[in-house]
């Protein structure tokens, strides 16, 4: 399955996959209902904060990955096994909802984001909770290929490799930072920021994509990070979807660089 799915490619095979719609508490007070009143037909809901992410802690940042024992009975008590095709999506234009598709491509599972979200869902949505019988499903560890550490990071850029800071410029610049411990970026990461893989709402083309991410063609074992590990998967998902090798993603990002007194940062 391509990362990155479109609305009318769901619609024909709606029968064949799950769909989720992603929920965090980022996007306002009761993300929960706000899916209640409209989703698409079937999809179930999938908190951030409770399903897609560890207890917060300094170094390991605001939205570590969760265990796999607690992964995995998260999606089994919606029906999700280890062979079952999930598109996510949200109304974030799938800032949200690529920290799922990605968690699942990293295990070898078939899954993508919906280009577009539930904006671009043209029939009509569905109310109130979807039920699924629930399934026994066999944890799988996350795999180290797919991730780096704060040394990790420092390491890549001591050789010279791309490590991309996934957020708005005025945060990666150090102008403003609203969340973190400090503010600035890693130095010597360069800034590409999620929301720029999208016009209007939906991914750019292939092409498009591929330009954006000319820097980070040279580096088959590049990394990206984001505030905490989130968005990062947007960048993920797009740069695989231009035909680049899928970079590795720091889940600490700047909410666990930040915490680290050791760690330096870079301004501007």
């Given at each position: 399955m391509k990362p990155i799915v479109d609305a009318a490619w769901l619609a024909d095979h709606l029968a064949d996959v799950v769909v989720c719609?992603?929920?965090t508490a980022m996007t306002g007070p009761d993300p929960?209902?706000?899916?209640?009143?409209?989703?698409?037909?079937?999809?179930?809901?999938?908190?951030l904060e409770d399903m897609l992410a560890g207890p917060a802690a300094?170094?390991?940042?605001r939205h570590p990955l969760p265990t796999p024992t607690a992964f995995a009975e998260g999606l089994g008590a919606?029906?999700?096994?280890?062979?079952?095709?999930?598109?996510?999506?949200?109304?974030?234009?799938?800032?949200?909802?690529?920290?799922?598709?990605?968690?699942?491509?990293?295990?070898?599972?078939?899954?993508?984001?919906?280009d577009g979200g539930l904006g671009a869902w043209a029939e009509p949505l569905e109310t109130g909770p979807v039920a699924a019988p629930p399934t026994d499903r066999v944890p799988v560890e996350w795999?180290?290929?797919?991730?780096?550490?704060?040394?990790?990071v420092q390491a890549h850029l001591d050789a010279e490799g791309v490590v991309v800071?996934?957020?708005?410029?005025?945060?990666?610049?150090?102008?403003?930072e609203p969340i973190d411990?400090?503010?600035?970026?890693?130095?010597?990461?360069?800034?590409?920021?999620?929301?720029?893989?999208?016009?209007?709402?939906?991914?750019?083309?292939?092409?498009a994509l591929a330009a954006r991410f000319e820097p980070v063609a040279r580096d088959p074992h590049a990394?990206?990070?984001?505030?905490?590990?989130?968005?990062?998967?947007?960048?993920?998902?797009?740069i695989e979807a231009a035909g680049l090798p899928r970079p590795r993603v720091y889940v600490g990002s700047w909410s666990g660089w930040s915490t680290d007194p050791a760690r330096p940062i870079a301004t501007g």
């Open positions: 719609h992603v929920g929960y209902g706000d899916y209640l009143a409209g989703h698409l037909p079937g999809a179930h809901y999938v908190s300094p170094v390991v940042g919606i029906g999700i096994d280890t062979e079952t095709a999930v598109v996510a999506y949200d109304d974030r234009g799938g800032a949200f909802a690529a920290r799922l598709a990605w968690m699942l491509r990293i295990i070898g599972q078939e899954a993508a984001v919906l795999p180290a290929e797919a991730l780096a550490d704060a040394d990790d800071d996934s957020r708005e410029p005025a945060r990666y610049r150090g102008e403003t411990a400090r503010a600035g970026h890693v130095p010597g990461a360069i800034n590409l920021p999620f929301a720029d893989n999208l016009d209007d709402g939906r991914f750019r083309p292939t092409v990394i990206v990070y984001c505030g905490s590990g989130v968005t990062a998967c947007h960048n993920a998902l797009a």
